[in-house]
């Protein structure tokens, strides 16, 4: 089911290092995910998707890891930077019309 | 290109007053649209999703009503505030893809 409701978990790195943000999903017939980046006060952003039959994806600076098996999915930031400090949201595609969201991790990138 | 427009951007509403908020989207035609809630510091929930021209989902039982009197047009409306309304109310469309786009939000406190 939809985790809404939590207190958002954390993330805090250094300018520079690599930010790996995890999050469960729950339907294991999901077929088509999503993460989005939500500046404070702002609309969420899409960042990147993945479908089901592909394990990685690629894009500018970040990577989606996605583990079937475990029903796990992970974005990867190289050389975070402060303006990647925002809420990331993980989504899974629940039916034809609509998004599960997840929880949300907070990213803190110091300078 | 498409756009999503959303406001009031802020509101502040006494307990006991209606509410009525609105959404427009351009550049497209016969978008999904959604309405989400986002209370302070915690993930995405859905409230209402439409596929069409006068027919709406509700995804939760609670004090609010959505309408969509046009095709771009998608309204949230409530008869009486309760002090568990304030939130971050932000609303989605989507086309034939799989990727919602976001609005920029309307922030709304209950007092």
């Known amino acids: 089911g939809e985790n809404v409701g939590l207190h958002l978990p954390t993330l805090s790195v250094q300018e520079g290092d690599n930010s790996i943000i995890n999050c469960a999903y729950s339907?294991?017939?999901?077929?088509?995910f999503i993460w989005y980046k939500q500046e404070s006060g702002k609309g969420p952003q899409f960042i990147i998707d993945?479908?089901?039959?592909?394990d990685k994806r690629q894009g500018q600076r970040v990577t989606v890891l996605l583990n079937k098996t475990v029903k796990h999915l992970s974005l990867q930031i190289a050389a975070t930077q402060p303006g990647d400090s925002a809420v990331y949201f993980c989504?899974?595609?629940?039916?034809?019309?609509?998004?599960?969201f997840g929880t949300g991790t907070r990213l803190l990138v110091s300078p | 290109s498409q756009t999503i427009h959303q406001w009031p951007a802020t509101l502040v509403q006494p307990v006991g007053s209606p509410l009525s908020l609105e959404c427009t989207v351009e550049?497209?035609?016969?978008?999904?649209l959604y309405w989400y809630r986002q209370a302070a510091g915690r993930g995405l929930q859905l409230l209402f999703y439409?596929?069409?021209?006068?027919?709406i989902s509700s995804e939760v039982p609670q004090n609010l009503s959505a309408s969509r009197p046009q095709d771009r047009q998608f309204i949230l409306s409530s008869k009486k505030l309760l002090l568990s309304d304030s939130g971050f109310y932000l609303c989605?469309?989507?086309?034939?893809?799989?990727?919602?786009?976001f609005g920029p939000g309307t922030r709304l406190t209950v007092l």
């Open positions: 989605a469309w989507r086309d034939a893809g799989n990727e919602q786009f």
């Open positions: 339907n294991s017939a999901s077929d088509y």
């Open positions: 993945i479908r089901s039959n592909m």
């Open positions: 989504a899974e595609r629940a039916g034809f019309q609509k998004l599960v």
């Open positions: 550049g497209t035609s016969n978008p999904n």
């Open positions: 439409s596929v069409g021209i006068g027919q």
